[in-house]
């Protein structure tokens, strides 16, 4: 079965330090989404991106952050100057959509970032 | 987003059904009833959903209450690998809207 696969699984990282994290979508998927999941708590959206461009963001995803895909199968999400709050499970997001109400969102199994 | 309500959290025996309720009083009429759960140390993972129709796929059930206002996650025989926190999400129709999770129910299975 098809599958999203993000990497790392974890990364530790220093405050200020630069992170990108990675994400392989379900081949012919069309839209793509970042969401976070600080330890115990809900998971937020952070960002959704289509045909190349951002569809909508939240609060959360301010200029420290950013999405790209850069060559037709990866989706990455890059934080630029990590801060301690930024800890969190970052969870990467796929579907075709094209069905009525929405296609299913495939989610990827995480990546844990944990900024010292 | 229109707001959704359910319980903290339920407990069922295993081989028994459950029923997971989910309150969405404001729904309007674009708002599909999507179903997520997220089992421990995963990323969510999709269940079903559904409008107006009760739904049925190989994971669960769905049952809408007619004005639309509540609806009823039924797993139909509950085992260890259910236990996860379900969520209960509304999302409009016609654009790869995101989801909004809430807190969800988190789901305890004993044998």
């Known amino acids: 079965e098809p599958e999203v696969t993000q990497t790392p699984s974890h990364q530790v990282t220093q405050m200020g330090q630069e992170v990108i994290l990675r994400c392989v979508p379900i081949?012919?998927?069309?839209?793509f989404y970042w969401y976070r999941q600080i330890l115990g708590q809900k998971v937020e959206f952070l960002v959704s991106?289509?045909?190349?461009?951002?569809?909508?963001k939240s609060e959360i995803f301010d200029d420290q952050f950013s999405v790209e895909r850069p060559d037709g199968s990866n989706f990455t999400l890059k934080i630029r100057s990590t801060k301690l709050e930024d800890s969190a499970m970052y969870f990467c997001?796929?579907?075709?959509?094209?069905?009525?109400?929405?296609?299913?969102?495939?989610f990827g199994e995480g990546s844990r970032l944990t900024v010292l | 987003d229109a707001k959704t309500t359910q319980p903290n959290s339920m407990e069922s025996n295993e081989e028994e059904p459950v029923h997971l309720p989910c309150n969405h009083s404001?729904?309007?009429?674009?708002?599909?009833i999507h179903w997520y759960r997220q089992l421990p140390s995963q990323g969510p993972e999709y269940v079903i959903h559904?409008?107006?129709s009760n739904v049925n796929n190989r994971m669960a059930s769905l049952a809408i209450a007619e004005d639309r206002k509540s609806s009823t996650l039924i797993l139909h025989r509950a085992t260890l690998r259910d236990a996860a926190v379900y969520y209960c999400?509304?999302?409009?129709?016609?654009?790869?809207?995101?989801?909004?999770f809430g807190t969800g129910t988190r789901l305890q299975v004993t044998l």
């Open positions: 999400i509304l999302r409009r129709t016609g654009t790869a809207s995101k989801l909004t």
């Open positions: 991106f289509y045909n190349n461009e951002i569809s909508e």
């Open positions: 404001t729904i309007s009429g674009t708002d599909y």
């Open positions: 997001a796929s579907t075709l959509e094209g069905r009525p109400g929405g296609g299913e969102l495939f």
């Open positions: 559904g409008l107006t």
């Open positions: 081949s012919n998927h069309l839209y």
